[in-house]
């Protein structure tokens, strides 16, 4: 083990045979950066150990990750299995001065009214947000000073043909000093170190993939101002 910029390094290993390693995206959750009322200090903080400099370890933990204001709610958006991907870039151009540009991308099934009024919206404002990946580990994009916005090259498109697949591909991208990833086992509904969240259906589809409608959803509403 060695040492560098006081931080303790250790060897990447093989993973073990155990160790979830499915690619993709599980569960996208999104809220307005306006609308947080505090990120624990823990995940803000500069880390000391390789391991903390990606994993928020629960010992640390003494409040939950992410408070919101009164009123303010977890949105979530149904991800389509197979077609997320999460990507961090080193960006910079020399050591010293280099940091991370983050990269989601989700597809959302169904050209409908609501998901066109979300990307309405959404294109001009900064959220955090909560991925969870297939393996079931959550990585935290955005925080108070700068959030997570919708990249160019997001689309939403009613296909042509018959067989054509229909929906939005949205490429979220926000740029960070270092990647926050949750620590084992954490959820967002957990008491202790969870979020202030309750599940509306502002972009879901049932547990089969089929996409609700219109008339089935809550109203799409965000606080824009």
């Known amino acids: 083990m ?7 390094i250790s060897e990447l290993s093989l993973p073990e045979f155990c160790e ?6 599980r569960r996208l959750l999104f809220v307005p950066k306006n609308d947080i ?41 149904y991800a389509q299995r197979d077609l997320g991907e ?5 960006q910079g151009s ?27 919206i959404a294109a001009n404002l900064e959220f955090v947000m909560l991925a969870q990946l297939s393996n079931g580990v959550w ?9 997570a916005t919708l990249a160019d090259g997001t689309e939403a498109t009613s296909g042509k043909a018959v067989t054509d697949q229909n929906g939005a ?18 959820s967002p509904d957990d008491e202790t170190y969870g979020v202030e ?14 996409v609700l409608t219109d008339e089935n959803d809550l109203p799409l509403e965000i606080d824009v101002f």
Request: glycine share 8%.
């Open 86 to 90: 999460l990507k961090y870039a080193v």
């Open 37 to 77: 009322e505090a990120i624990n200090a823990v995940i803000a903080a500069q880390p000391n150990e390789m391991e903390d400099f990606v994993i928020v370890g629960n010992s640390a933990m003494t409040q939950r990750a992410i408070t919101l204001k009164s009123g303010a709610e977890f949105g979530e958006i």
């Open 2 to 8: 060695s040492t560098v910029c006081n931080l303790s």
């Open 169 to 186: 591909t949205m490429t979220f991208e926000y740029d960070c000093p270092l990647p926050r990833v949750m620590f084992a086992g954490w």
């Open 94 to 120: 020399a050591a010293g001065n280099r940091s991370f540009h983050v990269t989601l991308e989700v597809h959302h099934p169904g050209f409908r009214r609501k998901m066109l009024g979300f990307l309405a």
């Open 139 to 147: 990585h935290l994009l955005g925080d108070i000073d700068r959030g």
């Open 197 to 210: 969240m309750f599940r509306i259906a502002w972009l879901l589809a049932d547990e089969n993939g089929v």
């Open 20 to 25: 979830n390693v499915t690619s993709g995206v």
